[in-house]
């Protein structure tokens, strides 16, 4: 199959091709991950609209941090969670906050990036408690188990 490139464009009634160089275009780029049997194959859209690529952006953003908030809530509903799980977690909500700074942050406004930044800080930050919790739980436990243990053998039978 043939390398061509192709513009779309709604309500143009010329019936003409246009050739353009999509890679000299600036705007919001996706590659699609679905293959699909007897359609066209698309590797790559460029989406020039800055309104499309930023209601685009904001839903890809909004799906991501949903998904971080259910793993939150998952973590405090099980009373801190497997250290594993909470740093798996921890490392997702910072790669998100790097990806929105770095890749997403020239197409959506500074008041959504701000908000959402915030948003994923109090994430990030509810994480290293929690992170914090678990390993200060993992430390202590030995001790508290042996203080236990010698309290019960000093209930033993007194006054015999």
Known sequence: MSNKNFYIEKNNQTNETVYIEYDKMKGYKITPKTKKEDAIEVNKIVIVSPTLSEKIIKKKIEHKIAQLFKKLEEIVESGGGDEGTIRNTLLDAERLKLMIINNY????????????????????????????????????HPYFYNYEEEQEEKKGRRGR
Do not use: P, W
């Not at 992170?131 to 739980?137: D, G, P, T, W």
């Open 105 to 140: 942050i020239k197409y959506l406004g500074n008041t959504y990036a701000s908000l959402t930044l915030k948003k994923i800080e109090l994430i990030i930050k509810e994480l290293r408690v929690g992170l914090y919790k678990s390993q200060q739980k993992e430390i202590l």
